[in-house]
């Protein structure tokens, strides 16, 4: 594999976690601007159902791309370099990618699993037994 290969390879991974966390930004500033300077508690247009996610989507292409762009310009330019600089470059471009996979790997589980077995239904539940408890303390006789 050439080495400007590799580093458009680890700028690709690092784009796409990069590019998720982009994208939840723009999309949670998005709906907070949205909400409170916009829209507020009265019902929003259809047009922001698919606003939101296209920016988000903008977000997260922009950095993925800016992310690999970046890995192929330094791949392509430590080509350039002597070949024990390569070397070092090649290996420092396999753990730049493995330490992107990792941090992939351990975002992703800590999205699956999180204190409320990450399902909705289950947090669900624990707001609903929440205001249960609530009601029952506001009310109980003392």
């Not at 458009?8 to 690092?14: D, P, T």
């Not at 698919?50 to 791309?65: E, K, N, R, S, Y």
Request: proline residues 4%.
């Amino acid at each position: 594999m050439r080495l400007a290969a590799l580093y458009a390879l680890v700028g690709l991974v690092w784009g796409v976690l990069l590019g998720g966390l982009a994208a939840w930004a723009v999309m949670a500033t998005a709906a907070g601007v949205s909400w409170l300077y916009l829209f507020g508690d009265d019902p929003w247009p259809e047009a922001v159902g698919w606003a939101i996610p296209l920016a988000g989507l903008a977000a997260f292409l922009g950095a993925l791309a800016l992310c690999t762009a970046l890995g192929l310009r330094s791949g392509r330019h430590a080509e350039r370099g002597e070949p024990a600089e390569a070397r070092r470059r090649r290996v420092q471009g396999i753990r730049l990618l493995a330490l992107g996979l990792l941090l992939a790997a351990a975002v992703a589980r800590q999205v699956t699993a999180s204190s409320n077995n990450g399902s909705l239904s289950s947090y669900l539940s624990a707001a609903e037994r929440n205001k249960r408890s609530q009601r029952a303390i506001r009310y109980s006789p003392t």
